[in-house]
Antibody
Framework: QVQLVESGGGVVQPGRSLRLSCTAS????????MHWVRQAPGKGLEWVGL????????FYADSVKGRFTISRDNSNDTLYLQMSGLTTEDTAFYYC???????????WGQGTLVTVSS | SYVLTQTPSVSLAPGQTAMITCEGN??????VHWYQQKPGQAPVLVVF???DRPSGIPERFSGSNSGNTATLIITRVEAGDEADYYC?????????????FGGGTNLAVL
């Protein structure tokens, strides 16, 4: 079955960088767009960005544009989120999600927690 | 950006029908998707394209979308349906595309 496993979260100081990974299995990873969505503790869902199936097209939320970069390695079925210039506002659970073409999150990972704190 | 507005909370007794709304400008022209999120868990897609159900989702879950309001309908509500529910649409402009989420509705089953 479809499985998405995020990793790389942790505690990081403001201004530093962190890279999250999302390892996929159970579907043809190289055929579908992927998204990152985050959720601050006790808050709602916030879309972070998306990457097309081939990695050419990328779109970002205004809140992270210029600081976050999404990439993917289709040979290893892995999605990445490179985060830089982190602030306390970036503290959240970060989820990766599949997009099979209906522009919605068909499957989600369990999330990884990023805490930005001095 | 595209703003989606949801009622923060809904409380029902078991067996009743929940109607969770999501308001947006001309949302009836867009495809609306709904997620269920239980405490400590990742979101789960329960309705996509306004009214379709992914495999494994009970028939009690359905949806509608018209005008400025989309609705998630849960019939014969059970204790296990207690969760936060989020609506989502995809929107695009000439050089940008994004997902927009509603603020979420907490469903309490009394």
């Amino acid at each position: 079955q479809v499985q998405l496993v995020e990793s790389g979260g942790g505690v990081v100081q403001p201004g530093r960088s962190l890279r999250l990974s999302c390892t996929a299995s159970g579907f043809s990873f190289n055929k579908y767009a992927m998204h990152w969505v985050r959720q601050a503790p006790g808050k709602g869902l916030e879309w972070v960005g998306l990457i097309s199936y081939h990695g050419v097209n990328k779109f970002y939320a205004d809140s992270v544009k210029g600081r976050f970069t999404i990439s993917r390695d289709n040979s290893n079925d892995t999605l990445y989120l490179q985060m830089s210039g982190l602030t306390t506002e970036d503290t959240a659970f970060y989820y990766c999600a599949t997009d099979y073409g209906y522009n919605c999150g068909d499957h989600w990972g369990q999330g990884t927690l990023v805490t930005v704190s001095s | 950006s595209y703003v989606l507005t949801q009622t923060p909370s809904v409380s029902l007794a078991p067996g009743q029908t929940a109607m969770i709304t999501c308001e947006g400008n001309n949302i009836g022209t867009k495809s609306v998707h709904w997620y269920q999120q239980k405490p400590g868990q990742a979101p789960v897609l329960v309705v996509f394209n306004d009214a379709d159900r992914p495999s494994g989702i009970p028939e009690r879950f359905s949806g509608s979308n018209s005008g400025n309001t989309a609705t998630l309908i849960i019939t014969r509500v059970e204790a296990g349906d207690e969760a936060d529910y989020y609506c989502q649409v995809w929107d695009s402009s000439r050089d940008h595309q994004f997902w927009a989420f509603g603020g979420g509705t907490n469903l309490a089953v009394l």
